[in-house]
């Protein structure tokens, strides 16, 4: 067996449902499963996701307070105020503040833009820079991505006589500032049809109505924010994000055109994830150590020159960014393992001294893959005796609701399930994290710290076609609420599997049988090879693909898991150095055993505690194999000692090594001519000394001197010979008896038959023969009197 590395969720679907999709819209039975995990069951509504009939933007004067917003932005620019747009430091900020400064450069405004320092000033407006901003002699304010929690914020300006317009797309509070305009797709009484807008599609819905008509020119950069910042990819998301993209493979934004030029990306294959895994990334990393406003300039930069050089400086900056990361995460999972383990520890509450606040989320996010343990890593400023820090959780801890219980000890924290920040004094660190897991100790039980991988549904090999992978691209840009898909296929056979790689660590494979194949590679799954045996069955869950080589077109599935239900037999037999193999037996549930003294001796395996030397029943009594990996060391004397062992339960594993000093099966078992040519001999020769011709006889006949001992061995257990010191003679007195009478005889037949059916059977004789054994379960008292 083999275990897999998460918990696997499958979604079900209604197969009535599958049928009428895949009629109805003429799409594979792979993609209706898709619609359906998506709540898209009905036919027009998974129409329109697919081939975007009737989706469309939304009129942008539904907002509430749109007209207001756009009267008096058009009143600034034609009485030429200056206008400052307050942004935020992260890709979402940064893409809104592009986006904004664009349209109001394209209608004549005099503008600049603002956003916080993260370190210096922290998230969202805050009164000195308003304060400044008033004696710049800026008089109209709007806010980008920011703004709706800034309470405080919005009377400041009441007072310095700013107009304050605030777009955002955060969660509204009880209280909202006071402003001139609020443009917020989920405030109370809001008109907007969409909720779920990133800051940046909220900054362009009010470039549409300033523009009076669709921005297209700007749809490249609401990809950008829209993808980065994770919002659901639903609706008008879902438009702005597919059209945004193709927007971008085409885009002549000489920024973006140097980003994706030191990103590797390539600009006219972009999609979700170049821009979630390439671009985003390096402009998060801006803000992320410092002032955010290199990543603004790049994107509204019209000099070749000029993005050379930002693109270049963003990309050392991620560089650092990555650096800084790497020694953060080593550090924090060094002082994991050494000061908090996880025996103790359901929550990991860590922080150090210097440690980048800037980076903690994503350290945080690395330890949860690493520790599956809600994780909060902290930043400490002895001087100021803060700690500020980011958390992040796992299926079925709820962080914000936790941290929530603990507001007497910090005072600034906010979130949600998954993901929080927080500052909080110093010296409250360890009882946050005492309470925490006391929270956790209730609520958690040993199964939810297994991760968990959602999948969409169950495949067969059948279904996956060039033409259904091809048609999942329908459903794309994938994300939040509409993620990459994920298939199980149960019970596959592995035609073939290797270890890949300089490294040797991923794994290859081909599933399926004559009819159906399909390649699979797992990278960073290498080590799974050594735990994979021959014609086995496995389920196997990953995202299918298309490999396109000299022209030729095959599926492939990118492999995540693999779980193996049945038990294995892993065939070592051969392998002498028991060191190149052994290191694979899993530890949990092991069983070594040995048959014979010497095997041990001669394998240097003498001090070993863990191996089990079998001399009677007895030694097995307390033994239970059921779930455990068994080895057999070397080989057994009988077949009851085996059915002895595998006979009391089912184990999940066996390795076959059947180590011995002695090749019975190649000295020869003497057939019934040997025996009458040798008896014929010794009635010729009336005696023979054995000790000083058996070796010249044994060399006449091409046996060798056992056989020549055994066949009198056996004559002298029937009474048909007398051996004394050595010299063999016929008995005067002729009996009848079979050799089968012989117990040496029975012994070495036994051996014979047994050595033919471990030693020298194919692997599948070898396993059918454990079969047997398994099904033939005894009691301990019927082993003793088998062994007996």
Request: hydrophobic share 40%; glycine share 6%; charged share 30%.
């Amino acid at each position: 067996m083999l275990n897999s590395k998460t918990r696997w969720m499958i979604a079900e679907s209604d197969q009535k449902k599958i049928e009428e999709l895949e009629k109805e819209l003429k799409i594979p039975s792979l993609v209706a499963k898709l619609l359906l995990n998506r709540d898209l069951e009905d036919v027009e509504e998974a129409r329109a996701f697919l081939f975007d009939s009737g989706e469309s933007f939304h009129d942008p004067f539904l907002f509430n307070d749109m007209e207001k917003a756009v009267g008096r932005i058009r009143e600034a620019v034609h009485n030429q105020e200056r206008i400052l747009v307050f942004g935020d430091y992260d890709a979402d900020g940064v893409s809104s503040t592009s986006v904004m400064m664009t349209v109001l450069r394209d209608i004549g405004a005099q503008v600049e833009f603002y956003i916080p320092n993260r370190f210096s000033e922290g998230y969202g407006p805050n009164e000195p820079a308003f304060r400044r901003a008033k004696d710049e002699g800026f008089n109209l304010i709007i806010t980008v991505d920011t703004g709706i929690s800034a309470v405080h914020e919005g009377q400041v300006a009441k007072e310095l006589n700013i107009d304050l317009i605030i777009t955002d797309h955060h969660e509204p509070g009880p209280v909202l500032p006071e402003a001139h305009s609020i443009i917020h797709p989920k405030i109370e009484g809001s008109q907007y049809p969409f909720e779920e807008l990133a800051g940046v599609g909220v900054a362009f819905k009010l470039a549409h109505a300033l523009y009076g008509e669709l921005p297209v020119h700007l749809l490249d950069l609401a990809a950008i924010g829209t993808i980065a910042d994770l919002v659901p990819l639903r609706g008008e998301n879902r438009v702005l994000a597919k059209r945004g993209i193709a927007k971008l493979r085409t885009t002549e934004r000489k920024g973006i055109k140097a980003l994706c030029k030191v990103a590797n990306a390539k600009q006219h294959e972009m999609t979700e994830e170049s821009i979630g895994f390439m671009i985003a990334p390096r402009i998060n990393a801006v803000g992320r150590l410092g002032d955010a406003d290199p990543a603004v300039d790049l994107m509204l930069t019209e000099d070749d020159e000029e993005a050379k050089a930002l693109a270049e400086e963003i990309d050392s900056l991620n560089k650092e960014r990555q650096a800084i990361v790497n020694t953060m995460t080593q550090e924090a999972i060094e002082m994991v393992e050494k000061e908090f383990p996880l025996e103790e520890n359901s929550v990991l509450v860590i922080g150090k001294e210097g440690w980048n606040s800037g980076v903690v989320g994503i350290v945080a996010s690395r330890l949860v893959d690493k520790f599956y343990r809600p994780t909060i890593v902290l930043s400490f400023d002895n001087g100021k005796g803060i700690a500020k820090g980011s958390a992040r959780s796992i299926a079925g801890f709820d962080l914000f609701k936790s941290l929530s219980k603990c507001r007497d000890i910090l005072p600034h924290f906010g979130g949600h399930p998954m993901a929080a920040g927080m500052t909080l004094d110093f010296g409250h660190v360890e009882e946050l994290r005492s309470r925490l897991n006391e929270i956790a100790s209730d609520e958690l039980n040993e199964e939810d710290f297994i991760p968990v991988t959602v999948l969409d549904a169950a495949v067969k090999m059948e279904e996956i076609t060039i033409e259904s992978i091809e048609k999942l691209g329908l459903l794309a840009p994938f994300g939040m609420q509409n993620p990459k898909p994920k298939w199980v296929i149960d019970n596959v056979s592995i035609d073939h599997y290797k270890k890949i790689g300089s490294n040797q660590n991923h794994l290859k494979v081909v599933l399926g049988d004559e009819v159906n194949k399909l390649d699979g590679v797992g990278f960073g799954l290498g080590e799974l090879a050594d735990h994979i045996t021959p014609f086995t069955e496995a389920s196997i869950i990953g995202e299918l693909s298309i490999n396109e080589w000299n022209n030729r077109k095959k599926p492939q599935i990118f492999l995540h898991d693999i779980k193996i239900d049945q038990w294995q037999l892993f065939d070592v037999r051969g392998i002498k150095q028991v060191g190149k193999w052994e290191k694979q037996v899993p530890e949990e549930n092991k069983y070594v055993f040995c048959f014979h003294p010497s095997t041990l001796e001669k394998l240097d395996m003498r001090d070993r505690e863990d191996i089990l030397l079998v001399e009677d029943a007895e030694t097995l009594r307390d033994v239970q194999t059921d779930g455990a990996s068994i080895v057999f060391l070397d080989m057994p004397v009988s077949r009851e000692q085996v059915k002895a062992i595998v006979g009391r339960g089912n184990p999940h594993r066996i390795y076959a090594h059947f180590f011995q000093d002695e090749d019975h099966f190649f000295s020869t078992m003497p057939t019934r001519d040997h025996f009458k040519w040798y008896y014929a001999f010794l009635s010729k020769r009336g005696s023979f000394d054995l000790n000083k011709n058996g070796n010249d006889l044994a060399k006449y006949k091409g046996w060798s001197k056992e056989t020549i001992d055994f066949m009198s061995q056996v004559f002298f257990e029937l009474k048909f010979v007398t051996i004394v010191n050595g010299f063999i003679s016929l008995n005067p007195v002729k009996t009848k008896k079979d050799l089968s009478e012989s117990l040496a005889y029975q012994k070495k037949q036994q051996q014979y038959e047994l050595e033919n059916e471990l030693l020298y059977s194919s692997y599948n004789e070898l396993k059918a023969w454990f079969d047997e054994r398994m099904k033939e379960s005894v009691t301990f008292e019927e082993e003793v009197e088998a062994w007996t």
